[in-house]
């Protein structure tokens, strides 16, 4: 039985260790991470604490392995880990080159929107190359060869009001979606018409657009 004083510390008590067990682990949030950028339409904040949490994981498993190996574990030890090694380095890699796929195809949006914020200063500096390297290429293979008027890198012609070249993500796009509590009465629209109950780890089917904050505050995860 546990003493008074190791309850006080948090030792031998279940309600402890279940609430240490609730928790998720690096490899859990770089996992909803990955989801929610793979699922989302448009560019998500970068997780940067998950990232660096999870490249710490990973050199801790490259030691792991190593050691491991040089002292002669067996050998479906040493496969074990690799494995789990191996999978951390797919989510992380899958994860911030979903996020560069994005950039290169809505960099101009982004670097005239608030997105623009959500980029780690890496990507900053890739999407601000793209586009530079995007306008040069058609200056000098396309747009300088067509008529006065039509020579715009962002513009179908100078008559154009708004820049109608610059592709955008569809946020009415329907993602499937999973709420982490009960939110309770959620209303999609901005007349009130449709309003959806979010019960906690229900599945749903919605438009991005419609759950947008919720997404943004981590109230829910695509998947």
Known sequence: MASASDEGLGFGSEDNDASISALPTEVELLKRAWRNEKASPEILQFQEDVVRNARVQIQNMEDT???????????????????????????????????????????????????????????????????????????QSVLSRLPFGYQDFLKQSISSEEDDMVPEPQLDTFVFCKSKGSVGSFQLDAVGDEVVDLIADDLYVLRYKSIKPLVETGQIDLV
């Open 65 to 139: 392995v190593e050691a491991y190996a040089e002292d002669g574990k067996d050998a479906l030890t040493v496969s074990l880990y690799q494995m789990d090694l191996d999978r951390t380095e797919f989510l992380l890699r899958s994860y911030l080159r979903t996020r560069l796929q994005k950039i290169e195809k809505y960099m101009i949006h982004i670097s005239k929107t608030e997105l623009w914020n959500r980029l780690s200063k890496p990507e900053k500096e890739f999407a601000k190359s793209c586009k530079e390297n995007m306008e040069n290429h058609l200056k």
